[in-house]
T-cell receptor
Framework: AQSVTQLGSHVSVSEGALVLLRCNYS??????LFWYVQYPNQGLQLLLK??????LVKGINGFEAEFKKSETSFHLTKPSAHMSDAAEYFC????????????FGAGTILRVKS | GAGVSQTPSNKVTEKGKYVELRCDPI?????LYWYRQSLGQGPEFLIY????????DSGLPNDRFFAVRPEGSVSTLKIQRTERGDSAVYLC?????????????FGPGTRLTVT
């Protein structure tokens, strides 16, 4: 079975500081991995995804993530936090087999302090 | 272009009642998904349609939940005899068919409250 663990339900950083949101997954097959962001009362928006190829993937709004197979991790980073980054972030892994359903982590709420 | 839309945005119903939640996917997307997001949790898969047929309904919690997509576009999630535990945000997503690398585009969700 595939699962996703996000370490830290809440993360607080100062504006301009590094953002690091942690995600570990378990998968019996090579995974497709995704990070989504959810702003209050809005749907989920894709930040970035890893399917195959380069393990360091860049996404929107200056975010990036690195797929580390040996650590089964896909942590999300951004060098300098902005107030507008305050939101909830979800890591997800695609289940193989029939269809493309996603398994999500519990989410991490990012707070950015001025 | 238009994204995924869901109606209603909010639904309050009494325990035991029947509700229908509607999803309009992005035009041309043949894959459609329903997820449920309970408070403080990530979305959980309910059902996946490829075209008109339900390709995977393994996430439906019980037989009170049912979904249809008769013409391969709009989908309706139906919940019978609602219970307070059904209260959650119901999310719909659509994507192009493929190998799973395609992005799923999410709608804003329907917040269901069962009193």
């Amino acid at each position: 079975a595939q699962s996703v663990t996000q370490l830290g339900s809440h993360v607080s950083v100062s504006e301009g500081a590094l953002v690091l949101l942690r995600c570990n997954y378990s998968s019996s097959v090579p995974p497709y991995l995704f990070w989504y962001v959810q702003y209050p009362n809005q749907g989920l928006q894709l930040l970035l995804k890893y399917t195959t190829g380069a393990t360091l993937v860049k996404g929107i709004n200056g975010f990036e993530a690195e797929f580390k197979k040996s650590e089964t991790s896909f942590h999300l980073t951004k060098p300098s936090a902005h107030m507008s980054d305050a939101a909830e972030y979800f890591c997800a892994v695609r289940l193989g087999g029939n269809g493309n359903k996603l398994v999500f982590g519990a989410g991490t709420i990012l707070r950015v302090k001025s | 272009g238009a994204g995924v839309s869901q109606t209603p945005s909010n639904k309050v119903t009494e325990k035991g009642k029947y509700v229908e939640l509607r999803c309009d996917p992005i035009s041309g997307h043949t894959a459609l998904y329903w997820y449920r997001q309970s408070l403080g949790q990530g979305p959980e898969f309910l059902i996946y349609f490829q075209g008109t047929g339900a390709a995977d309904d393994s996430g439906l919690p019980n037989d009170r939940f049912f979904a249809v997509r008769p013409e391969g576009s709009v989908s309706t999630l139906k919940i019978q005899r609602t219970e307070r535990g059904d209260s959650a945000v119901y999310l719909c997503a659509s994507s192009e068919p493929g190998d799973g690398s395609y992005e799923q585009y999410f709608g804003p969700g329907t917040r269901l409250t069962v009193t």
